[in-house]
């Protein structure tokens, strides 16, 4: 079983629509969890971290589930800038094991 | 701008030369990172150094020699490379257990 999995899409959604990703994790000992974005051949940008308590940023939250081993990514009110691949990112063990998700593709369509 | 910068941000070589790939954080962390993203796949974590020190060396070529003089800086010394090194890399920072900043890359392209 891979240490991270995501959906890579394509999610296809309207303008205005919510939206949800998972990303499921195998190690228990994973301690710390970011989303990213990456744009078309940009580097990858800190989205937000996500706490275990969720945590939202304007039209954006994050949840953790460590029972079940999975985080999730919610957009409300979808922008076309919100076209972008998502990555989800885990931390272990401080600098030495920091895992990113294979991404999953949103495209926001007029 | 995060604070991570790379250079060049485009390189093309071929096969027989030598490169080096530069970055550089003005962050302040104590960790950085190289990562290889080829078309289409996910980032594929190379090199990260602690301290200075190397922590860990994700199996790659030795035709790819990773230095840190200081934590501030971090090298990608490159050789004999194959076309199918061609890829964006990138390098990235980050303090212990926090989030980590990327540079905006370099896409290499061995011809």
């Known amino acids: 079983r891979k240490e991270v999995e995501q959906d890579p899409g394509p999610f296809n959604v309207p303008e205005g629509a919510t939206v949800a990703f998972n990303c499921t994790y195998s190690?228990?000992?994973?301690?710390?969890f970011f989303w990213y974005r990456q744009d078309c051949r940009k580097e990858p940008k800190l989205l937000m971290s996500v706490y275990s308590s969720g945590n939202e940023d304007g039209r954006f939250t994050a949840q953790l589930n460590r029972a079940s081993q999975y985080i999730s990514l919610l957009i409300r009110d979808s922008k076309l800038s919100d076209s972008a691949t998502y990555l989800c990112v885990l931390l272990r063990g401080g600098y030495q094991k920091v895992t990113f998700g294979t991404g999953t593709k949103l495209q926001v369509i007029p | 701008e995060t604070g991570v910068t790379q250079t060049p941000r485009h390189l093309v070589m071929g096969m027989t030369n030598k490169k080096s790939l530069k970055c550089e954080q003005h962050?302040?962390?104590?960790?950085m990172y190289w990562y290889k993203q080829s078309a289409k796949k996910p980032l594929e974590l190379m090199f990260v150094y602690n301290f200075k020190e190397q922590t860990e060396n994700n199996s790659v070529p030795s035709r790819f020699s990773p230095e840190c003089p200081n934590s501030s800086h971090l090298f990608l010394h490159l050789h004999t490379l194959q076309p199918e090194d061609s890829a964006l890399y990138l390098c990235a920072s980050s303090r212990q257990g926090a989030e980590a900043f990327f540079g905006q890359g370099t896409r290499l392209t061995v011809v």
């Open positions: 962050l302040g962390h104590n960790a």
């Open positions: 190690n228990s000992a994973s301690q710390s």
